[in-house]
C-alpha cells in the first residue's frame, strides 16, 4: 500500500527487545497407582493436571496405591502463602507384584507408563518439570540397575525436568551400591524413606515425595527461579527417617557425610545440644548433587537454572523467526532481548555474571544468506555454599598488647 498524498501513515517500530517470558519449574509429575481411582477422572497411562488442594480429584484416586500418599506428604512441605502446587497425575495399573508394577511404570516407550509425561504438553497443556515414582525407584536385582531409574533420564531430557528418585532404605551399603547403577545429571538420589503416622499406625513412605515439596516451597521463595538449592531444609509431616542415619558437620567419615560424598541426598534428625548437628530439632533433608558424571554440572540447582534460562530463550527468541528479515537491527534486537533476561536474573543473585557475543568466526556470509546466524552466550550460576572453612590460630599481638598495657598502667616502681 502507498502513502496517501493527503492523510496520515502511522507505522509501528518493532525493534525493542522483547520482556524475557519464563517457564515454571515447578509442575510437578507423580506415576504410581490408586487401584481404587475412579478411571473416569484417571484414566490409566493417562496425564492428568490436577492442583494438589482439590480434594474432590483427590478423592477420586481412592485411599489405596501410592499416588495419594506421595500428594499428601508432597503438600505437608508447601510454604507460607502457597495453596498447592501444579501436579501431572499418571496412574498406571497395579501388577501383581513390584517387577509387574515397575513394567507397567517404564510403560512401552510409545504412549503408556512415563511416556504419558511427554504427552502432559500437548494434550492437557502443562509440562512436568519435577518427576518422581515412589516406591518404585529402589528394587533391582544385583548387580542390575532399576527399571525406573533407567527408562527416567531420557525422558527429563526431553522435558528439560529433573527426576527426585529413592533409594532402597536399607543399609548404607545398599544406598550406595544402587547409587552406582545411574549416570545422569538429571536424577537426585534420596535415601532413606520416612516414617509417617497413618490411620494411628507408623508407616515407611517413600521420601521423594517430601523432597519434591520441599524443591515447590524454595522455588516459591524464589518467585519461581529454580536457582537454589533444597539443601538444610526442614520436613514436615513426618516422624523420623525410615532408618537413623548418624551425621556429623565436622566429621566427613559419618554415615551421612559418606552418602553425601557419593552424590545422596539424605534425611537426618536435630540433636539438641549437639553443636556438630544438623539442627536443634525436627527432621531435615540434606543434599546438594544430581547423579551425572561433570562435577561442572555437579548441583542440581545449577543444571534446573540452565534449563530455566534455555526455555527463557526458547519462548522469548521464537518471536523473532519468520517475523524479521536478518538486519543489524534484527540481531541487535536478539542480543539485547537476551541480554534483559539474564541481566535480570544476575540482579536477582541468581547467575554471578554473563557474556552474549555475535562473532564472524561464528557467522558466515553464506549463513547469513540463508536465514541463519548464531549468538554465543555464557553465564554461571551461583555455586551451593556446602563447605565452610574456619582456620583457628593463636593471635600473639594481643599479648604485645596487653604487655603495653600493663607497661602503661603499672609504671616504674622503685624502693
Not at 518439570?129 to 527429563?156: E, H, K, Y
Not at 533433608?285 to 530455566?308: C, H, I, P, Q
Request: hydrophobic share 40%; proline share 6%.
Amino acid at each position: 500500500m502507498s502513502d496517501p498524498t493527503f492523510g496520515i501513515s502511522i507505522t509501528r517500530i518493532d525493534n525493542e527487545p522483547r520482556p524475557p517470558v519464563w517457564s515454571d519449574m515447578s509442575v510437578v509429575g507423580i506415576i504410581g497407582t490408586a487401584p481404587d481411582a475412579d478411571a473416569s477422572v484417571f484414566p490409566a497411562d493417562t496425564p492428568v493436571f490436577v492442583y494438589s488442594d482439590d480434594d474432590t480429584k483427590l478423592t477420586a484416586l481412592g485411599a489405596t496405591g501410592t499416588l495419594r500418599d506421595a500428594i499428601t506428604l508432597m503438600n505437608a512441605q508447601l510454604g507460607e502463602f502457597q495453596v498447592a502446587a501444579k501436579v501431572v497425575v499418571v496412574r498406571v495399573a497395579e501388577g501383581a507384584d513390584a517387577t509387574a508394577t515397575i513394567s507397567n511404570i517404564v510403560g512401552d516407550g510409545i504412549s503408556t507408563g512415563l511416556q504419558a509425561f511427554i504427552n502432559a504438553g500437548p494434550e492437557i497443556g502443562v509440562i512436568p518439570r519435577l518427576l518422581c515414582a515412589p516406591g518404585f525407584t529402589s528394587q533391582r536385582t544385583a548387580p542390575d540397575a532399576n527399571a525406573v531409574c533407567a527408562a527416567l533420564p531420557a525422558i527429563c531430557e526431553k522435558l528439560l525436568a529433573h527426576a527426585v528418585v529413592d533409594g532402597p532404605a536399607t543399609t548404607e551399603q545398599d544406598a550406595i551400591d544402587w547409587r552406582e547403577t545411574m549416570s545422569s545429571s538429571r536424577l537426585i538420589p534420596v535415601d532413606p524413606a520416612v516414617k509417617v503416622l497413618s490411620g494411628g499406625v507408623t508407616v515407611v513412605q517413600p521420601a521423594s515425595p517430601a523432597v519434591v515439596g520441599i524443591a515447590l516451597r524454595r522455588d516459591h521463595e524464589k518467585q519461581g527461579r529454580p536457582f537454589h538449592s533444597w539443601a538444610n531444609q526442614p520436613i514436615q509431616g513426618i516422624v523420623g527417617p525410615s532408618r537413623p542415619v548418624s551425621f556429623s558437620l565436622t566429621d566427613g567419615a559419618t554415615e551421612g557425610q559418606r552418602l553425601l560424598s557419593a552424590n545422596i541426598g539424605v534425611i537426618l534428625r536435630g540433636e539438641m545440644g549437639v553443636e556438630s548437628a544438623i539442627a536443634q530439632g525436627g527432621f531435615v533433608f540434606v543434599g546438594s548433587d544430581n547423579a551425572g558424571e561433570d562435577d561442572l554440572w555437579r548441583f542440581y540447582n545449577v543444571t534446573r537454572g540452565r534449563d530455566y534460562i534455555h526455555l527463557m530463550l526458547l519462548r522469548t527468541l521464537r518471536f523473532y523467526l519468520g517475523r524479521f528479515n536478518i538486519t543489524g537491527q534484527a540481531i541487535q534486537a536478539v542480543l539485547n532481548t537476551m541480554e534483559t533476561g539474564l541481566r535480570n536474573l544476575k540482579a536477582d543473585g541468581d547467575i554471578l555474571g554473563f557474556e552474549i557475543k555475535f562473532t564472524r568466526d561464528q557467522n558466515t556470509s553464506q549463513e547469513l544468506r540463508q536465514g541463519r546466524f548464531t549468538v554465543n552466550f555464557a553465564a554461571e550460576e551461583a555455586p551451593v555454599l556446602r563447605y565452610l572453612g574456619v582456620q583457628s590460630a593463636r593471635y600473639r599481638p594481643a599479648l604485645d598488647a596487653l604487655l603495653d598495657d600493663l607497661l602503661a598502667q603499672v609504671g616504674t616502681i622503685t624502693g
